[in-house]
C-alpha cells in the first residue's frame, strides 16, 4: 500500500475527544488511544508504545505546560489497518518536545542525571513518527505508530 493509500485510509476513521487540562482528563485520554489502537488492530507491543507516548505527552502538557492553571487538550486520533496517529493539541505556553528531551548521559548513574526529560525522550523513542508544530499560538504534537512487521524502515539491532 502506497504512502497516500495509508494516509487515505487513516483519514476515513477520524475520531476527537476534548478534556480539561487535568491529571485526571489522562484515563479518558488513555481509552481513547486504547480504542483507537483496537480498531487498527495493533499488536500489544505497539498499542504500548502508542499509549505510553501519548500518556507523557499529556502529563507533560498538564505538569508543565498549563502548571495546573487549567487549559484544554484536543487529542485527534486517525486509526488505519496496523497504524494510529495521534494529535495532541493545546494552547500552553510553547513547548517544542523534540528541544525538550533529555537523552540519558552515557555512564552516568540515574540518582546522578538531571530530572525531567527523560520521560519525554522515552515517550518520543516509543513512537515511529514524531512532529511537532507551533500554530496560531497552539502546541501540536503529532504520534505515529505502526503495527509491529508493518514498519518500512526496522530499528537497527
Known amino acids: 500500500m502506497s504512502h497516500r493509500n495509508e494516509m487515505a485510509e487513516l483519514a476515513r476513521t477520524p475520531a476527537e475527544l476534548e478534556v480539561p487540562a487535568t491529571l485526571g482528563a489522562l484515563g479518558e485520554i488513555a481509552a ?19 499509549r505510553l507516548a501519548v500518556d507523557e ?20 486520533g486517525r486509526s488505519g489497518p496496523g497504524r494510529v496517529q495521534i494529535v495532541l493539541v493545546d494552547d500552553a505556553p510553547a513547548f517544542d518536545p523534540v528541544a525538550g528531551r533529555l537523552p540519558p548521559a552515557p555512564g552516568t548513574p540515574p540518582e546522578r542525571r538531571r530530572i525531567g526529560g527523560l520521560g519525554i ?37
Open 32 to 50: 481513547f488511544v486504547l480504542g483507537l489502537a483496537a480498531r487498527a488492530g495493533l499488536d500489544k507491543r505497539a498499542t504500548y508504545r502508542i
Open 57 to 76: 505527552l499529556a502529563t507533560n502538557i498538564v505538569m508543565h505546560g498549563y502548571r495546573g492553571g487549567g487549559g484544554r487538550i484536543t487529542v485527534r
Open 121 to 157: 525522550h522515552l515517550a518520543l523513542t516509543s513512537v515511529d513518527e514524531f512532529d511537532y508544530a507551533r500554530r496560531d499560538g497552539r502546541n501540536i504534537s503529532t504520534l505515529t505508530v505502526t503495527a509491529e512487521g508493518t514498519d518500512r524502515c526496522p530499528p537497527p539491532p
